[in-house]
């Protein structure tokens, strides 16, 4: 079985690059060619960072180096992991719930092609309209909670990937096999379950991965929207601050957590993909012919 | 064979596909309980159609589908064409889905499980998955699904089309040995003019364009049926018979028998 391509499917196993599929693999080998090369890359990009930096004399306000954005993330690290953790959190919190809830509005979807046809037009408005437009409307109307208003604007944008290809998973089960159910009596139920949704399996993870990201950024933007002062406040915050104080390296510092969470995030996703397909789906699989 | 009640009967059965393709017409089709028939004719002359209606799996587009056995007695099995295994299981959860449909546990289908797939000769390959398994493998793993359900009636597209010679006549041999056991009825598709007059009462010639029947053999030779039956003068008539009549049909596939 190949993934179909599809705006927000994942792309296909083949035009994978390989070490996106061979995570876990690479854990275990951290010494080969595809961890290498990378790291490389990225030395030596910080190296001529680091030395531009020297030698044309850049002032700190205007772009600090390297070295001087990881002093400030140890010597700021008692302010910025809060914020760490509080971001996490969001993305956390708005991650699992578009995940369940694009998993059921999935299923909900494929039980009939008419709630699919009716309903399915409006995620798709859910998700083209701009959070950063909508993200004002719904801190008012949740100001109760900034929490709940943030992770629901994460949400917003994380669950229509899960949605759409889960949609897709659960349509695409091969045809025979549904004979096959249908010949020895299976209930919708069984048929769901034993035949629908493994089907489905690499489709929701390709989404979840994809989905993983959105919600950081869901989050990341909301923050932005918000502002907020307030005790709890994230790595937007701590951004949007630093730059208002022109504390460039600080805020140097707090993007740089902010894209490690967000790669973190995708690995994760990924190992875990890779561990639940590796038995039989062609993306996981360690192939010898 | 004495006259035996009625177990499926096609009267005038057509079908037409949504593209306008016409799979069969005008089929008349009569399968005694326990007779094992086997359809032959070239691709797509509506075999797997055929077979795909007497499972319920769509409706006729004109004619009936008669049944001489009552609904609740009536367990299909269904060895389609294609294995149709599922990638995410091993051969055992394969081979347990029937049953597991019917709400047994695996470990209360376990013997039977087992004996099926020693019936094909799977042994060692229980928890291998579909991906590691050869071409005719999956077809033997599809095969003891469809037996561990002990059916009433038996469907099977093609299933021994993938294998070699040896284990094709060898699961000849335990086909029939099988269904002189658990009176079966089957209905059976095969390329191959060999295995359908070894295996059947009778052997149903079709041809395409439309899909119809032309001719039916019936194989007058008594079960069980004995190797040297394959070597016979009898056999090769039988097989002059049919390809006589699926020449007739423009079928470009067959060598001729030997002899
Ligand atoms: N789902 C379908 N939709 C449209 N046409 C179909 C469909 N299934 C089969 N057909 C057409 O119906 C005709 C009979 O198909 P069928 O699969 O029954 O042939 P067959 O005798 O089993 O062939 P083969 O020996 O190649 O398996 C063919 O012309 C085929 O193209
Ligand atoms: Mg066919």
């Known amino acids: ?289 | 064979m004495t006259v035996a009640s009625l177990a499926i009967s096609l009267h005038q059965v057509d079908k037409v596909y949504a593209n306008g393709t016409v799979a069969l017409q005008g089929v008349d089709l009569t399968i005694p309980k326990g007779e094992f028939v086997s359809l032959v004719g070239p691709s797509g002359c509506g075999k797997s159609t055929v077979l795909r209606l007497i499972a319920g799996l769509g409706e006729p587009s004109e004619g009936t589908i008669e049944w001489g056995i009552a609904k609740r007695d009536r367990a299909i099995a269904f060895v389609f064409q294609d294995a149709a295994l599922m990638p995410w299981a091993n051969v055992i959860d394969n081979v347990h889905l029937p049953l597991k449909l019917k709400g047994k546990s695996l470990r209360e289908s376990r013997s039977a499980i087992q004996a099926a797939l020693n019936r094909v000769n799977l042994q060692g390959a229980e928890y291998r998955y579909p991906r590691q398994l050869s071409g005719g493998m999956k077809m033997r793993v599809s095969i003891a699904r469809a037996l561990v359900t002990h059916p009433s009636v038996l469907l099977m597209d093609e299933p021994f089309g993938a294998l070699d010679e040896m284990t094709r006549s060898r699961l000849n041999s335990d086909l029939l040995h099988l269904w002189e056991q658990y009176h079966w009825t089957v209905a059976f598709v095969t390329h191959n003019i060999y295995e359908a007059v070894y295996l059947s009462n009778r052997v149903v010639v079709m041809a395409a364009h439309p899909g119809r029947v032309v001719a039916e053999v019936t194989i007058d030779e008594p079960y069980p049926r004995r190797d040297e039956f394959r070597t016979s003068s009898a056999f090769n008539h039988y097989c002059r018979e049919v390809m006589a009549h699926l020449t007739g049909t423009g079928d470009e596939f067959l060598s001729a028998p030997v002899g």
Not at chain 1, 73 to 100: G, K
Not at chain 1, 195 to 212: D, E, T, V, W
């Open chain 1, 1 to 289: 079985m190949v993934l179909k391509a599809s705006p927000s499917s994942p792309p296909s196993p083949d035009a994978a690059p390989p070490s996106r599929r061979a995570v876990p693999a690479s854990l275990a080998k951290l010494g080969s060619a595809e961890v290498i090369a990378p790291v490389i890359v990225g030395g030596v990009a910080l190296v001529a960072w680091e030395a531009a930096v020297r030698i044309f004399e850049m002032p700190a306000y205007l772009l600090p180096g390297p070295l001087l954005v990881l002093q400030t993330l140890i010597a700021e690290w008692p302010q910025l992991f809060p914020s760490l953790l509080v971001t996490l959190q969001i993305t956390v919190v708005a991650f699992i719930a578009a995940t369940v809830s694009g998993l059921l509005i999935a299923i909900v979807f494929t039980q009939s092609k008419w709630i699919e046809r009716s309903f399915f037009p409006y995620a798709v408005i859910l998700q083209t309209t701009p959070i950063v437009a909508i993200a004002p409307l719904i801190i008012i109307w949740l100001k109760n909670s900034t929490f709940a208003a943030l992770v629901v604007c994460a949400w917003i944008v994380a669950f229509f990937p899960i949605v759409s290809n889960t949609t897709l998973g659960l349509n695409s089960a091969d045809h025979t096999l549904k004979n096959l159910f249908h010949l020895y009596g299976a209930s919708r139920w069984q048929t769901l379950w034993y035949l629908r949704l493994p089907s489905a399996l690499p489709y929701f993870l390709g989404g979840l991965r994809i989905s993983g990201g959105l919600a950081l950024i869901g989050a990341v933007v909301a923050e932005f929207v918000a502002g907020t002062g307030g005790a709890r406040s994230g790595l937007a915050y701590q951004i949007l601050m630093s730059s208002y104080n022109l504390q460039i390296p600080r805020m140097f510092a707090a993007l740089a957590l902010t894209t490690v969470l967000g790669v973190l995030i995708f690995v994760g996703l990924t190992v875990v993909s890779d561990r639940l397909l590796r038995h039989w789906h062609e993306s996981a699989v360690q192939r010898e012919n």
